[in-house]
Structures are given as structure tokens and as C-alpha cells.
């Protein structure tokens, strides 16, 4: 969330807390195992699709900012399709997660 403020303007914003996030990151592939470049990586369930990272041309992506504790991690490509269920996964503070591998049903094109 955000907001401009002109620099005369006194606001008073309410208390918050601010969480040291995590990073999961990994590889999306198609049915036969090849990397599937430019597939959309969102947290969550439902899937935060407006806030989904891309995949790069080796099929690699990073989360970052991740709030920590249990959540869930889903792909989806315009050939290859979605993932069949979000994948499970836990979000340590100020760590990467590693190495996780979403398969989608399809083939990458």
C-alpha cells in the first residue's frame, strides 16, 4: 500500500508491525521436464496472481518478501497451464527456501 503526502501535510498513521520476510525461490518445467520461461509464480491460496513474479528464460523465478509461516506456491503459463493444487511451503525469516519445482501439465509451446 502507499500514499503521497504533500511535505506540509501532518498524518498520524496507525501502529504496524514490520516482519522480516523470506525468499522462496525455484523452477517452473512443463510435463516433460523442460523449463518453461515466462510463467507466472504467485504465493498463496488463492494464488496472489496480481502480484506474480515471471519466470526467466531458464525457467528459474524468486519470491522475494515473502511473509514467513505456511503458505502455498502456484505457476500457471498460457501452454502449459496451471499446477493442479498450489505447492505447500514454509517461509523462514531473512532465509531462502531453495529448489522448489512446479510442474505444469502441459507442454511449455
Do not use: C, M
Not at 502507499?2 to 501502529?15: H, I, V
Not at 504496524?16 to 515466462?38: C, E, I, M, Q
Amino acid at each position: 500500500s502507499s500514499a503521497s503526502l504533500l511535505a506540509a501535510t501532518a498524518l498520524e498513521l496507525p501502529p504496524f508491525k514490520l516482519v522480516p520476510a523470506g525468499v522462496v525461490s525455484g523452477s517452473v518445467v512443463d510435463r516433460l521436464g523442460a523449463p518453461v520461461w515466462n510463467a507466472e509464480v504467485a504465493v498463496g491460496t488463492p494464488s496472489a496472481w496480481a502480484q506474480a513474479v515471471r519466470t526467466d528464460h531458464a525457467g528459474h523465478f524468486a519470491l522475494r518478501d515473502v511473509a514467513p509461516g505456511d503458505t502455498a506456491i502456484a505457476a500457471r503459463h498460457l501452454h502449459a497451464g496451471e499446477t493442479e493444487r498450489p505447492v505447500p511451503v514454509r517461509i523462514y525469516a531473512l532465509q531462502e527456501s531453495p529448489g522448489l519445482v512446479l510442474r505444469l501439465p502441459g507442454l511449455r509451446e
